[in-house]
């Protein structure tokens, strides 16, 4: 999409700089083998590629096709029980995948339940393998944005150590690294309000906090359902972003509450922002400047003239712009609950696409955009979606192009261009 992001070829060369590509999108979430077992007549899914960090790489990956797929990071621990059609199936994604064997456990492997209501239930089956800010190369270390799912206080552990870590790199021109966007995905065990103080004090370090529905209502005490209906609570989700918003004011983060059916719920502080002046801009000192303290016949029309004069005579004013912050629901891409198959790893998905949006630039609400879209082509099957090429070669997951979708999606939400 982006040809200004597309990865340079890979040289071999591996030292403190950006390595072989440039990666816009890194993902600490655990790759799962999973078993989903689904209401009778249903019959259970075995060996299915699942975890938050399969489904975020696979939403970023989605809108990045070959040579742009190699900016996608992830890791995965391969135990000794490791399907090979799985270890098939994750290469051909063509990604920066950081594959390691090891041969002396069990992969990590977890069982999914659902009832009538598409509520989830889930457990570890074998022994889990969290990643840390170690497991990261110097390459990996270099990503535009990183997805984490975990707790507050592992949160700010992991933003804290891949700073660190980053400190002593550069980017392939020997330039300083920007700035990473940090995408924080609760866990759901501990989105209580006892954790709210911590999820609180989380909050100025990362860029998004993204629960689903159910945990943001965790967080308040509250359902997030609405009474009558038991539907998820439109209201509820606002009400609920209105309280986080209000307790850390803040301009630097923003709130995306997945919600299911309901699409999702994006919240951001207003404030003033300043218009940047142009690299190497100086301002010429006024050359008649007056002094000495205020008397009554100072004629201050004149005296804040001179403070405001600018090099052609003329007064000049700083020009403060006003963000309006941001309140909007994004719905979800499928209308038709039809279309839904398995929802397991949609939000996660969601969070892919959303990172990879924003780390090539775009505004919050486009992004929100990418995720949506992602999330549509996750949910459409058990596992994940098909990978292949149409007629033209164009690469096709379920036999769509994925920009296409994007495209009639942005049309049917009327976003201008950012």
Not at 39 to 49: G, H, M, N, Q, S
């Amino acid at each position: 999409m982006d040809g200004q992001n597309e990865p340079k070829p890979e040289s071999g060369d591996e030292g403190s700089h950006a390595g072989s590509h440039e990666i816009d999108f890194v993902t600490l979430g655990m790759f799962i083998i999973d078993e989903i077992e689904y209401l009778p007549p249903t019959p259970p899914a075995k060996d299915i590629l699942g975890g938050a960090g399969s489904y975020s790489a696979l939403g970023a990956r989605l809108f990045s096709p070959p040579p742009l797929s190699r900016s996608v990071g992830w890791i995965i621990d391969k135990g000794s029980d490791f399907p090979a059609a799985l270890e098939d199936l994750i290469i051909s994604w063509e990604t920066s995948v950081l594959m390691r064997p090891t041969p002396d456990r069990l992969t990590t492997r977890g069982w999914n339940g659902y009832d009538e209501h598409q509520n989830r239930a889930f457990r570890y089956t074998t022994a889990k393998k969290r990643l840390t800010a170690e497991d990261l190369t110097p390459e990996l270390l270099t990503a535009r944005s990183f997805h984490l799912i975990c707790s507050p206080n592992r949160c700010r552990e992991l933003v804290t150590e891949v700073k660190a870590r980053r400190s002593g790199l550069c980017n392939a021109d020997g330039g300083n690294l920007p700035k990473p966007i940090f995408i924080w995905e609760p866990v759901p065990d501990l989105c209580t309000p006892d954790e709210l103080l911590n999820c609180t004090n989380t909050l100025p370090l990362i860029d998004i906090i993204s629960p689903n529905h159910s945990e943001l209502a965790g967080f308040m005490g509250d359902s997030g359902l609405d009474p009558e209906t038991g539907e998820i609570s439109t209201r509820a989700v606002e009400r609920a972003c209105e309280q986080l918003l209000g307790s850390m004011p803040l301009q630097s983060f923003a709130i995306v509450v997945r919600a299911g059916e309901k699409g999702c719920y994006l919240a951001r502080n207003g404030g003033r922002k300043r218009k940047v002046r142009p690299a190497g801009h100086q301002r010429k000192k006024p050359s008649s400047l007056l002094h000495g303290g205020l008397r009554p016949d100072t004629d201050m029309e004149a005296l804040f003239a001179g403070l405001l004069q600018d090099p052609e005579g003329t007064i000049a004013r700083e020009e403060i712009e006003v963000d309006p912050g941001v309140e909007r629901w994004i719905p979800a891409y499928h209308a038709d609950p039809s279309k839904v198959v398995d929802p397991t790893g949609g939000g996660n998905t969601f969070l892919g696409g959303l990172a990879v949006g924003l780390a090539r630039g775009r505004s919050l609400e486009e992004a929100a955009a990418y995720g949506s879209v992602a999330a549509s082509f996750a949910i459409e099957q058990v596992g994940p979606p098909v990978l292949g090429k149409d007629e033209d070669g164009r690469e096709t997951w379920n036999g769509v192009v994925v920009d296409e979708r994007f495209e009639e999606f942005k049309t049917r939400l009327a976003f201008r261009e950012s």
